[in-house]
């Protein structure tokens, strides 16, 4: 005579264990995808500088490979580069008591108040 065994539990995951699980991995795929706008953001914010710091690089060394020496003043500029409208001022002082001019140039985006890029230089004067 066979004897009845005890019911087996059936291998698997219950419906509660598999719903614990989605919302877990719910939550680790929303962490992620904030993690990787938060990296797109700081990318982007990155290239701006990075493009404005190359503008402000380019208007310093105008002054300094001009053949005059740049008059102490204020003067500005606008040019394109990457594909983006950028707007340089560059401001020449005399130092006191010295034969060299401090250059200082600002970069802003566009019509931007914030300088997205600056830069200090010197020149000297020729004899």
């Not at 291998?11 to 991995?25: H, K, N, P, R, S």
């Not at 606008?78 to 401090?102: C, F, K, T």
Request: charged share 25%; net charge positive; proline share 6%.
């Amino acid at each position: 005579m066979m004897r009845a065994s005890p019911r087996r539990r059936a291998a698997g995951f219950t419906l509660i264990e598999v719903l614990i699980a989605l919302v877990v991995v719910a939550v680790a795929l929303l962490a992620l995808t904030r993690a990787a706008s938060v990296q797109i953001a700081n990318f982007d914010a990155l290239r701006e500088r990075t493009l404005a710091g190359w503008v402000a690089a380019n208007a310093l060394a105008d002054a300094r490979i001009a053949p005059e020496r740049p008059t102490p003043g204020r003067s500005d500029g606008r040019v394109e580069l990457a594909g983006r409208a950028w707007r340089w001022q560059r401001e020449v002082s005399a130092i006191p008591h010295s034969d060299i001019l401090r250059i200082d140039v600002r970069v802003f985006r566009g019509e931007d108040t914030t300088p997205s890029a600056s830069l200090i230089g010197f020149r000297g004067f020729e004899p």
